[in-house]
């Protein structure tokens, strides 16, 4: 089995901190009749980790951009790695980052500079799927069969994502972090996020830069605040304005789950001694330590089993992606002018299910792909048929599986989108045509098979080849699978 090395990137850039890792992949070269190549993980080596410094800021709502670029050729240059040798990535953004006036402009110059990254500004829906890939609760909830829920707090947010047999089932964000209060040694408040005034109103707790503080005080801001959280994702009756400190709408209804992981930076800071002295909670500048000290006692508390997640501070973005080639099947639908196609995020739809249940399950994995990736770019996201293998679907079979996709494709999408789908059977070319005539433009439809998908993947479609067929580029953000039992 030919073995090749592929150089990896991943470059975070939080809230607070920003990071960059290198590792070197093994891969094992996979081909057939109908691939170019299809590359297996066979080793993930760590070469190098950066160390995690604070995320340049110009002003409160702009990145320094000249730093950020410094930081990744100094680091790069420390790990001994040339541009050139670089064959992926992922340049991500999280947390108020990607909220920053220059963001979505830095992201792109980066990834750019630094070779054939996948580039996504994560906002708080994503964020939360991406660390709870990172933690282990994806694999953890597929491998144990229940539920398993990852909140990973940093510096401005607690992002939370429920998984259900490796696939995400909800999320929500809470302004809940480690810097939402900094403060310097002697217990002076330097800042107060904007985020949580109305909170703190609703608590009559003042806090305003210039205030002292002890540690008294400080004790009770930080176990209200982990209680209200805690209440509202176990699911308990919202007291005294939890929901102020919800980031966007109010979720209908929260999963219960049967296993909680904590991620980010405050969770590195879960196993440290309990804090007695107000120099042991400053010891950032913010709440953080003090914060992952409450936030343990007040999950004990309630109830809320936590188990240890494999990866804690680095669980947004270990790696960086892996790119594999591969052809298209030989039955695809698509018009060449709607060709080539870069960076589409990928969302599942199992098919396993009555048609009526169906239509169901497709429109809220509509709503919830619309949140994550929005509608504003021509090609949004492609979205992954699953099917039963042993199920072989005849062309009755897809009519009926085209007369529920068209209703919700049709209500979603105009004529300035074109949606992507992908079969993993040789079932395209007539699906792909079924919907064309069904959608009438309305969006553009490109339907291809052969191509093997998960949730969180990125591709790249070609320019078309022969007529018949289209090279493919299968972006996949890489997160250990690894978890451990022990509990906290």
């Known amino acids: 089995m030919k073995e090749t090395h592929l150089m990896s990137v991943g470059l975070d850039i939080g809230t607070c901190t920003t990071k960059l890792v290198v590792s070197r992949l093994t891969l094992a070269e996979r081909g057939s009749l109908y691939t170019i190549s299809r590359d297996e993980i066979t080793e993930r080596k760590l070469l190098y980790a950066s160390p995690i410094c604070r995320t340049p800021l110009l002003d409160p709502i702009t990145l320094d951009a000249a730093q950020l670029t410094e930081f990744l050729e100094a680091e790069l240059a420390t790990a001994g790695v040339a541009l050139a040798d670089i064959g992926s990535g992922a340049v991500i953004m999280t947390g108020e980052t990607a909220t920053k006036t220059n963001a979505e402009a830095l992201l792109h110059r980066l990834a750019e500079q630094a070779g054939a990254f996948v580039v996504a500004t994560a906002g708080s829906d994503l964020e939360a799927i991406m660390a709870g890939k990172g933690s282990g609760a994806a694999v953890r909830s597929l491998t144990r069969h229940h539920t398993v829920a990852n909140m990973d707090i940093g510096g401005g947010t607690a992002n939370v994502a429920w998984f259900r047999n490796g696939i995400p089932i909800a999320t929500v964000t809470f302004h809940m972090g480690g810097s939402v209060i900094r403060l310097q040694a002697d217990g002076t408040v330097t800042y ?45 009756p919202d007291k005294a304005g939890n929901e102020l400190l919800l980031l966007g709408q109010r979720p209908n209804q929260l999963p219960h789950a049967d296993e909680w992981m904590l991620s980010g930076g405050i969770a590195e800071l879960l196993s440290r001694p309990a804090i007695l002295e107000l120099a042991e909670v400053t010891t950032y500048d913010d709440i953080g330590p003090l914060l992952a000290q409450v936030i343990r006692e007040t999950w004990t508390e309630l109830g809320l089993p936590l188990v240890k997640a494999g990866h804690m501070q680095r669980a947004t973005v270990i790696g960086a992606g892996l790119q594999s080639v591969e052809l298209s099947g030989s039955t695809i639908h698509v018009d060449a002018d709607t060709l080539p196609i870069r960076n589409v995020p990928i969302v599942t739809l199992h098919l396993q299910q009555e048609p009526v249940r169906l239509a169901t399950a497709l429109k809220d994995l509509l709503q919830q792909a619309s949140q994550l990736y929005g509608t504003s770019n021509q090609t949004p996201f492609g979205i992954a048929l699953i099917t039963e293998q042993e199920q072989s679907y005849t062309y009755k079979h897809l009519q009926v599986l085209a007369s529920q996709l068209i209703p919700q494709l049709t209500s979603y999408f105009t004529h300035q989108h074109t949606i992507v789908m992908l079969c993993d059977q040789d079932m395209a070319k007539a699906l792909g045509q079924l919907l064309s005539l069904g959608c009438q433009g309305s969006p553009r439809i490109v339907c291809i098979d052969g191509i093997s998908l998960d949730f969180g993947d990125y591709i790249d479609l070609g320019e078309l080849i022969g007529n018949r067929t289209i090279p493919v580029i299968v972006k996949t953000l890489l997160f250990p699978n690894e978890t451990s039992e022990v509990r906290l």
């Open 192 to 236: 107060v996020s904007s985020a949580i005034k109305r909170w703190l109103d609703e608590q009559g707790m003042l806090m305003v830069p210039g205030q002292i503080v002890n540690i008294h005080e400080l004790r009770e801001l930080t176990r209200r605040m982990a209680r209200a959280v805690g209440q509202f994702v176990a699911g308990s």
